[in-house]
């Protein structure tokens, strides 16, 4: 079975100062991960994924993200975070054969200005 | 990215009645499309699996007689919610593949029964 553990419900910080939200993941075989974020009201925009490579993703918005495989993480990260990243973000596994993907329970962030 | 709309984005109705839901995947074709359903402030609960000219499969727990779904085209899939109750009242999202690895999702339609 597979599963996305996000540790945070709540993620504040100041405007202009880095972001990170927290994803570990367990998954049979080869991971591939993704990071979602959603708007009020919205369904889920695409932010960034890793399926193999660079363990370091640049996606959208200025966002990335560092897959570990030893702490079978992969956290999301933006160096300077703007209030308009205010949202509630989702990390997403599948194996390398499933094409279900298994969400965590997600993370809001708020920025304050 | 590939784009998937949803149609309606909100509707109210009375309860017992039904409401269909269509999603669309606009600029690629989709043998499968996914339907979830999200609660306020929660995660996505996958509820089925549309593939295209067979049966959807669904997830335990889903009652299939009253979500119908209906995958006739390589771009469009259809959720019914059948008799509709106040408890389904929710949001529902489509999602579906490229032609790569990820999975695009629809804006969401917001079901609400009275």
């Known amino acids: 079975a597979q599963s996305v553990a996000q540790p945070e419900d709540q993620v504040n910080v100041a405007e202009g100062n880095p972001l990170t939200v927290k994803c570990t993941y367990s998954?049979?075989?080869?991971?591939?991960l993704f990071w979602y974020v959603q708007y009020p009201n919205r369904g889920l925009q695409f932010l960034l994924k890793?399926?193999?490579?660079?363990?370091l993703v640049k996606g959208s918005y200025g966002f990335e993200a560092e897959f570990n495989k030893s702490q079978t993480s992969f956290h999301l990260k933006k160096p300077s975070a703007l209030v308009s990243d205010s949202a509630l973000y989702f990390c997403?596994?599948?194996?390398?054969?499933?094409?279900?993907?298994?969400f965590g329970a997600g993370t809001t962030v708020t920025v304050r200005a | 990215g590939a784009v998937v709309s949803q149609h309606p984005s909100r509707v109210i109705c009375k309860s017992g009645t039904s409401v269909k839901i269509e999603c669309r995947s606009l600029?690629?074709?989709?043998?499968?499309m996914f339907w979830y359903r999200q609660f306020p402030k929660q995660s996505l609960m996958l509820m089925a699996t549309?593939?295209?000219?067979?049966?959807?499969?669904?997830e335990q727990g889903v009652e299939k007689d009253k979500f119908l779904i209906n995958h006739a085209s390589l771009t469009l899939s259809t959720l019914t919610v059948t008799s509709a109750h106040p408890e389904d009242s929710s949001f529902y999202i489509c999602?579906?593949?490229?032609?790569?690895?990820?999975?695009?999702f629809g804006p969401g339609t917001r079901l609400l029964v009275l």
């Open positions: 999602s579906a593949y490229d032609a790569g690895e990820t999975q695009y």
């Open positions: 549309s593939n295209e000219g067979s049966k959807a499969t669904y």
């Open positions: 997403a596994v599948r194996g390398a054969n499933d094409y279900k993907l298994s």
């Open positions: 890793y399926i193999t490579g660079d363990n």
């Open positions: 600029d690629f074709q989709a043998t499968t």
């Open positions: 998954v049979s075989g080869n991971p591939y």
